[in-house]
């Protein structure tokens, strides 16, 4: 394949695809990056599914007293513990929303810190809304 095509194939592959592998010039989209990316991408996923076991379990055992419905007043009483969450929600989105100009940050690790940071925040939120959608506003303290 000419030089100029195959520049042309690695501009217009995903970003997952980085660092293009030939065999005697023909592109292999399935090398070693293309096995880190689907490992990552498996790790996603998974996070987001145990999330989702968490929110469902938050939905069943909501109610007064319980740690699904009150969870939310530890950061309170830990004010280091508060600015960490508050730290990892802001920066995980700010890396995200990046992402979405400069594709080239998904290629690092800080960007799959960030979507995990980003599942964390959500997962919280969602365990946050599943209790309350249970059991409705009750007391903690």
């Known amino acids: 394949m ?22 005697r010039g023909i592109p292999m989209t399935f090398g070693s990056d293309a096995v880190k990316a689907g490992w ?13 076991a968490l929110a469902l379990q938050a939905y069943r055992t909501a109610g007064a007293y319980k740690f699904a419905s009150c969870w939310q007043i530890i950061p309170i009483y830990f004010p280091l513990l508060n600015m960490l969450l508050w730290a ?3 920066s995980s989105f ?11 940050i998904c290629r690092h690790a800080s ?13 919280l939120l969602v365990c946050n809304y599943s209790a309350y959608a249970a059991a409705g506003q009750v007391s903690c303290l």
């Open 2 to 23: 000419s030089t100029m095509l195959q520049q042309k194939l690695i501009d217009l592959r995903p970003a997952a695809f980085s660092s293009f592998e030939t065999s």
């Open 40 to 52: 990552r991408w498996a790790l996603i996923l998974l996070h987001v599914l145990l999330w989702a």
């Open 88 to 90: 990892i929600a802001i």
């Open 94 to 104: 700010l890396v995200v929303l990046a992402a979405i100009f400069r594709p080239s």
């Open 111 to 123: 960007f799959w810190a960030a979507c995990h940071g980003m599942i964390l925040t959500a997962g």
